[in-house]
Structures are given as C-alpha cells and as structure tokens.
C-alpha cells in the first residue's frame, strides 16, 4: 500500500475547497467534513441523511456512530465549517433528501429508485483531480483527508493522547508516524530545547 500524506499547507487546503466547490457541492462538502471529522473513508461514505440532519431538516451539532473497521462507537461535535457545508448541501438541489435513510453522498446512480452512496474510487479520483489542480506534489488519497485533521489537530497543539483516542490508534507512536512528524520537526525541536 502506498504511503499518503495529510493536506499540510492551509493555503492549499483552501484552494482544493474553492476547486471542489466549483465542481459540486457535494464534492466540497465531502472534504470539509472529511478534513473536519478524523472519519475514515469507508464511515464517511456511509454517512446517511439522517446521520447528519434531524426530523426538522436541521444541521446536528454532534454525530455518533459505529465505526466499520472498528466496531467502536465515535461521538464527535461537528466543527461549524462541516456544519455549514452539510447544511448547504441538504438545501441544494444535488441530493434527494426525501429520505433519512439516503445516502449523504449519493452519486448519480441508482438501485431500484434510491440514489447510491458515491464509492471509494470515485472519491479518490475527485480527490487527486483537485490536488493535481491545487498544486498539491504530496501523495494524496481518500485517506489523507483523516490525515489532515490529525495533522493540524497536532499543529494547534492537541494533546497527542486526544488525537490518538479520536484516531482509534493503539499508541502514540503510531499516532506520530500517521500524522507524518518528520525527521526534520524532531531536529527543530532539539534546536529550541538548546538547553
């Protein structure tokens, strides 16, 4: 398996969002939630009307779930840009949202009359199309959207052991390697310490 990276620079975070806007709605709101919520992509995906939006058509503030690789409950508050980017899209005219039970992420096809969930391999393609036109060199996948919430999670100064428990990692070694802590930021930090 090849090895991706998190969005590392705000600035491009920023240019792949106004690229993925252009494009759909939908395709924006997948990654500011994706960026926004340390989801895996395969519970991102899975994501339903109802998950998001209550019997009023309203926003949830927070979701909980049942992680699929996991089997672990997740409960997380939704950050206001996930908020406002899900908000729009149940108001645009690019999903149906007759039913709580629809996927939130529907692609154009459909089973029986119901819209499906759009896939793993469309999501990647998007993804990669944006970065290439952002300017993005780094390895960039479905994945690198989790990895960009640890990243900057970490960069803001979030304890190592929260970002782990919100990962669902087993240490917090594993957390750092995920996140991409390089040679180069433990040498800075020998460099500040300068005792």
């Not at 779930?65 to 996930?82: C, I, M, V, Y």
Request: glycine share 4%; hydrophobic share 35%.
């Amino acid at each position: 398996m090849e090895f991706v990276h998190p969005i590392r620079d705000k600035k491009k975070i920023n240019k792949m969002k106004k690229i993925l806007r252009r494009q759909s709605i939908r395709n924006y709101c997948l990654f500011v939630l994706g960026i926004n919520s340390a989801l895996r992509v395969s519970d991102l995906l899975s994501l339903k009307i109802g998950d998001m939006v209550d019997g009023f058509g309203k926003v949830k503030s927070s979701i909980v779930l049942r992680e699929k690789k996991t089997g672990k409950s997740k409960q997380f508050k939704l950050a206001p840009n996930a908020r406002k980017a899900i908000a729009e899209l149940v108001m645009s005219k690019e999903i149906d949202t007759s039913n709580p039970e629809f996927p939130l992420f529907q692609s154009r096809k459909r089973k029986n009359g119901k819209p499906q969930a759009i896939n793993r391999v469309q999501l990647h393609k998007i993804l990669k199309d944006a970065a290439e036109e952002a300017g993005i060199e780094d390895n960039i996948s479905t994945h690198s959207l989790r990895k960009t919430w640890a990243y900057h999670a970490y960069q803001a100064g979030a304890d190592l052991l929260l970002i782990q428990r919100a990962l669902n990692h087993s240490s917090p070694r594993e957390t750092l390697r995920y996140i991409g802590v390089t040679q180069d930021q433990i040498d800075d930090v020998y460099m500040t310490v300068n005792l």
